[in-house]
């Protein structure tokens, strides 16, 4: 089944100690990216990559690493993590990113689950 | 002022009734409009998307772009209980241009029986 799986789905955590959301795609994508959704802000965009070792700053990078050593996998890195990163949490994957139609069969977003973290 | 502006509702229509969900844009550069409807405890999922003005339809679903006003909205006739969800609009500059989609805050329906 083709899908975008995220780990883990919930977390509860302390400031200050790391952590790493996975996640894994098993469509071949090129594309990929992460979302958080916050009440009353919509879906706002982490980092993206465009391929392996490619990755780009979102609209709301501060606060969050990425890495894309393989194609399949991009983990969301947080540091040091704070209570306004306490959040609901997208993966998304791509066939590619390139921009061109915006939607079509392959721009199509596929997102993952959610990974509601919560930073005590 | 949001780039993009939606309406969080929530809407709620008894079953049957033709809904009208709608987004306002100040970014001219916008030529991708995409709708994508989101379950609860769930990612979004696309439902439809158009390039530039006009309308797309797809089953009970049209979804309409007017680029001189700046506004975008979805019809979905027909309106079943399945389809209570939060509505979330979403768009971007042509080819070329920024790879990062503009999201709606998202719009939540109900519909009930």
């Known amino acids: 089944e083709a899908q975008v799986t995220q780990n883990p789905r919930y977390l509860i955590t302390v400031t200050g100690k790391k952590l790493t959301v996975t996640c894994s795609q098993n469509?071949?994508?090129?594309?990929m990216s992460w979302y958080r959704q916050d009440p009353g802000l919509g879906l706002r965009q982490i980092y993206y990559s465009m391929n392996v070792e490619v990755t780009d700053k979102g609209d709301v990078p501060e606060g969050y690493k990425v890495s894309r050593k393989e194609k399949r996998n991009f983990p969301l890195i947080l540091e040091s993590p704070s209570p306004n990163q306490t959040s609901l949490y997208f993966c998304a994957s791509s066939l590619s990113g390139l921009g061109g139609s915006g939607g079509g069969p392959t721009d199509t977003q596929y997102f993952g689950p959610g990974t509601r973290l919560t930073v005590l | 002022q949001k780039e993009v502006e939606q309406d969080p509702g929530p809407l709620s229509v008894p079953e049957g009734a033709i809904v009208s969900l709608n987004c306002t844009y100040s970014n001219s550069a916008f030529q991708y409009f995409m709708w994508y409807r989101q379950y609860s405890r769930k990612g979004p999922e696309l439902l439809m998307y158009?390039?530039?003005?006009g309308n797309k339809e797809d089953g009970r679903f049209t979804a309409q772009v007017d680029k001189s006003s700046k506004y975008i909205s979805l019809f979905i006739r027909d309106s079943q209980p399945s389809d209570s969800a939060t509505y979330l609009c979403?768009?971007?500059?042509?080819?070329?241009?920024?790879?990062?989609?503009?999201f709606g805050r998202g719009t939540s329906l109900i519909v009930h029986p």
């Open positions: 158009t390039y530039s003005s």
């Open positions: 469509m071949n994508h090129e594309y």
């Open positions: 979403a768009m971007k500059p042509p080819r070329g241009g920024s790879y990062i989609p503009t």
